[in-house]
């Protein structure tokens, strides 16, 4: 579904499905952000299809963490449509690390696929926009926020949800570090839609803002 221009959301809310939301930046140079487990890709390259974007066009998949959950599906892209998988420079040396045994600890196959690109903090200047991306640990140690002003969307990966924020007691978690990246986050501005990796989206400027002044209330 279309939440801002050029940007679909593919948010999971079947109890069945655990899944992470992903999300879509179109234009000549496609982002799909988050693919989820590989069980659920024919669902979503349909609804991607559907939505009149042919998944086979999408050459970047930008992680905003490396949980299997959000990123089990990226390889399918590689594989098919020779899509780079990319996470943040930080997160890539915790996934060649511990981080892999989060696939094995799941019962899931260790990934075929390779991170052919990081991502670090700074300005992400494509050829038809231009992103901002935030490294913003606390879920894991190199988590990204990625912000596109021009459409006022940020993708919050499992840093922040609606009324909620990601764990911590995971391996790479660390429970001051999320306070404080969801404290930077909160001071955006331009964000009239957060899109998170779990739950609802949170759409309107007043309604975000509100919502990280109740999760900050609440850390
Ligand atoms: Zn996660």
Redesign the pocket.
Known sequence: MLVAQSVYYYPFTSAFQNN?NSVLLDGPEKILIDPGHKFNWPKLSQMIAKDGIDPSSIKLVLYT?C?P??MEAGEILETDYGAVQAMSPEEKVFYDGPGLSFFSWMGLDIPKGHIGRTVAEGRLELSDKVLDIYLTPG??PGSICLHWPEVGVLVT??LVFARGW??TD?EGGDSKAIVESITRMSKLADVSTLLC?HGPAVMGETRVADNFRHVLAML
Do not use: A, L
Request: hydrophobic share 10%.
């Open positions: 992470c963490h949980h959950d959000h879920h894991s990966g499992d990601g764990r995971f990796g």
